[in-house]
């Protein structure tokens, strides 16, 4: 991929997005961090066009996006298979770019937390957000996101969806997750709010600039991380640690069942017309 070109493109293929993972737990004691990070952000039906001497597509390169990563995990074509997604789940306007946002590999390796799906329609308004969530365990699950009625996402819209992954040791599973999405043509950020059967527990927040993935944008930002996946794993560890030492309830690999007062999240008790996200089938795990 030649990087001059690249940079002279108006819709480039891939996006290189620097900035921060914000993270604030308020109960029982207020634990917070905040990160630099850098994702690539690739129009999945150009994922081929990105392949290069620094960039690799499902091959070894300083930095690299393997399609075996993500969605199916079979290593086929992704665009096909989000797009299998929103049918299954009668998502007709999301007939627009797909992108992927993630951690790409660094050096061979990368852990993604949560990677990001933005599924836009033909005017290129978003219509769908899929989270796509990992744990220390080996576990993953998708959460299929829209607005009620499929209408458009615009950074008031609640995204909403029941808890269903163990994600944390100091976490049970249940209650319920609320997205917020704000995009513009130089940023993206996506706030995630959880909620127990108490109330706000935890607020994240993922966000920072765009700039088109260059040969030269990419190699600063690995010049400045270059431990960035390898590190996301070693700050889980440092933090689960600095919980433990502040005494946070710990429940284990494989708690028990969330609490009977569970928040549901249920169209008719959520107050939404769309279904939760936990209701839409994905075709994953």
């Known amino acids: 991929m030649n990087s001059t070109s690249v940079e002279a493109e108006v819709d480039p293929a891939a996006w290189l997005l620097t900035g921060k ?15 630099p990070v850098f994702y690539v952000r690739c129009d999945l039906d150009r994922l081929a066009s ?10 070894w390169r300083l930095l690299s996006l393997y399609q075996c990563d993500h969605g199916p995990r079979d290593g086929s074509d992704l665009a096909t ?3 299998a997604q929103l049918s299954t789940a009668g998502i007709d306007e999301a007939d627009g770019k797909i992108w992927l946002q993630a951690f790409p590999r660094v050096f061979g390796y990368a852990f993604n937390p949560v990677s990001f799906w933005f599924c836009h329609d033909r005017d290129d308004h978003l219509r769908v957000l899929l989270a796509e969530v990992r744990n220390t365990f ?10 009620a009625g499929n209408a458009p996402i615009t950074p ?23 997205f917020r999405v704000t995009q513009t043509p130089d940023s993206v ?17 993922v966000g920072g600039r765009l700039k088109p993935l260059t040969r030269p944008a990419a190699l600063a930002a690995l010049l400045r991380q270059p431990m960035l996946t390898v590190g996301v794993i070693a700050r889980i560890h440092w ?5 433990a030492i502040k005494r946070t309830p710990f429940y284990g690999k494989q708690p028990a069942p969330g609490r009977a007062a569970d928040v549901s999240t249920d169209s008719t008790a959520a107050g939404q017309a769309q ?11």
């Open 156 to 178: 008031e819209t609640e995204l909403e969806c029941r808890k269903v992954l163990h994600v944390s040791p100091f976490c049970r599973v249940e209650g319920r997750y609320e």
């Open 189 to 205: 950020s996506v706030s995630i709010d959880y909620k127990d059967a108490d109330g706000l527990l935890i607020r994240t927040a």
């Open 239 to 243: 933090q689960a640690l600095r919980l």
């Open 21 to 35: 993972v914000i993270h604030e737990r308020l109960r029982p004691k207020r634990h917070r961090f905040s990160y």
């Open 50 to 59: 990105l392949d290069s001497g620094w960039f690799g597509v499902d091959r």
């Open 138 to 147: 080996g576990e993953r699950h998708c959460y299929l996101l829209s607005a």
């Open 81 to 83: 298979w989000m797009r």
């Open 275 to 285: 279904p939760s996200a936990a209701a839409r089938p994905i075709s994953s795990d």
